[in-house]
């Protein structure tokens, strides 16, 4: 007895079909037959899980029963659980039947290259089976679009990483720049702070210079006066004027001093001509001849 479900379930798609080996069911004792038909029965309403549960339950009664197992494997694919599917028909003989329904578990997994092995199979026992061949087209033309989009995705990966690594490096070089731009900023503001200190400790210098120079004129001052005051001191003893001292250059002579000086060089040199003049009169007397009376 063979059982055709679900012709096309996509374009170039797989198509299987259930087989109920009557060799394989003869085996079956009737309470198996009675819970695959069952199942049967669920799996025609589209009620998948029912129609496991019930190959499922006829296996726990001879678990050697491939009627069982085949359809359990359909039901499983019925429900897009393809490993559960492929797993369970792998533990049957590889029929061209089986091989078709494996190579349509992997065809929905997109699995391309185990279904097109699986199709290929197929062919090797049936040449002559047109949906297998049409399968096997369709596995070829997805399988050669899997591997442009493959293909596609590394380069778009690789550009996208290389993009990635020049807006790193890019970055690098930007922080770099800015460094180098807060090391130069900072050398030029320690330079600044350091020509500040600089100028600063010459003012300092300098407003030293001005205040020794300061206490050096009043000193200097200070020993004119002194000195004023020692020569009007003698002026008074003597009764004569004394010429002052010479201060070798070291302060300005006041204007006051000046005349002070130059009224003292003309009473000296008043006194000195009179003493020249009282001294030629005294000579002329003597060298005067004596009259003859």
Known sequence: MKIVLLRNFLIFAAIFCINFYSTAQ??????????IEKGNQNYVKSDYAAAENLYNDA???????SIARYN????????????????EYGQISKDA?????????YLKKKEYKQAIE????????????METKSNLSYANAMLRSQQQNQDKDKNQDKD?????????????????DKNQDKDKNQDKDKNQDKDKNQDKDKDKDKDKDKDKDKDKDKDKDKDGEDKDKDGKDNDNEDGEGKNPKPDNGERKISKEEVEYIMNAIETNEKKTQEKVQ????EKAKKNQPEKNW
């Open 72 to 87: 359990l494997g359909n039901s499983l694919f019925k429900q897009d659980k393809f490993d559960e599917a492929i797993k």
């Open 59 to 65: 296996l726990d009664e001879n678990p050697r029963s």
């Open 278 to 281: 009282k001294v030629k009169v």
């Open 26 to 35: 003869n085996k079956d004792n009737s309470s198996v037959r009675k819970i």
């Open 118 to 129: 699986a199709y290929k199979e197929v062919l090797r026992k049936n040449p002559s089976d």
């Open 160 to 176: 996208k990483n290389q993009d990635k690594d020049k807006n790193q490096d890019k970055d690098k070089n930007q922080d770099k």
């Open 97 to 105: 039947d089986v091989q078709y329904n494996i190579g349509n578990s």
